[in-house]
């Protein structure tokens, strides 16, 4: 079965401090690679995917995410948070049909202003 | 964006009585819908695969009388919790994939089991 892991379970940053958020995932098989974020209160939405191509993928509001297909993982940055960016983000895995999503288990990210 | 709408967004129930979570995509025929349970402090949880006009698909562990799932039109799935105990106290959390690939979530059902 698939699984993903988020190493990070929770970050304290300072406002203008460089992220980046670990994600690995265990599948053998083509995937499809996502990171979503959960802001308080609100339900989940999609910050960047990748399917195939640029390993690079760059998302909404500043955030970018590197496949690297040797190390099954997919990790998640951005250069200079701000205090908006305090949320939770869940690294998300589906297989080239999409068939199931697996999710791992969150980093809750604290931005101090 | 699949817009997706969960009823009752918050839900409290007396132990052995059931519960049904309505989810709906509004703008955005779907084939299919997954139902997700979120701990505090945990991932979500991938519980079934609903599929319209056959059977949910059930992850493993998942017991699929406690948990009935209904898919009868393109735009509507729920979740039935059935003699709740308050260990089932969790969020519900339905989802609706579009072709393009992505998730679109519903705002979550949080079910407390006295």
């Known amino acids: 079965a698939q699984s993903v892991s988020q190493h990070n379970h929770h970050v304290i940053l300072s406002e203008a401090a460089s992220l980046e958020l670990g994600c690995n995932y265990s599948y053998g098989g083509t995937v499809n690679l996502f990171w979503y974020v959960q802001y308080p209160g609100q339900h989940l939405q999609l910050l960047l995917k990748y399917f195939s191509g640029d390993p690079l993928v760059k998302g909404i509001k500043g955030f970018e995410a590197e496949f690297i297909k040797s190390k099954f993982s997919f990790n998640l940055r951005k250069p200079s948070v701000q205090w908006s960016d305090t949320a939770e983000y869940f690294c998300a895995v589906t297989a080239y049909n999409f068939n199931k999503f697996y999710f791992g288990s969150g980093t809750k990210l604290n931005v101090k202003p | 964006g699949a817009v997706v709408s969960q009823h009752p967004s918050r839900v409290i129930c007396k132990s052995g009585t059931s519960v049904k979570i309505e989810c709906r995509s509004l703008?955005?025929?779907?084939?299919?819908m997954f139902w997700y349970r979120q701990f505090p402090k945990q991932s979500l949880m991938l519980m079934a695969t609903?599929?319209?006009?056959?059977?949910?698909?059930?992850e493993q562990g998942v017991e699929k009388d406690k948990f009935l799932i209904n898919h009868a039109s393109l735009t509507l799935s729920t979740l039935t919790v059935t003699s709740a105990h308050p260990e089932d106290s969790s969020f519900y959390i339905c989802?609706?994939?579009?072709?393009?690939?992505?998730?679109?979530f519903g705002e979550g059902s949080r079910l407390t089991v006295l």
């Open positions: 989802s609706v994939a579009q072709n393009t690939g992505e998730l679109f």
């Open positions: 609903s599929n319209e006009g056959s059977k949910a698909t059930y």
């Open positions: 703008d955005f025929q779907a084939t299919t």
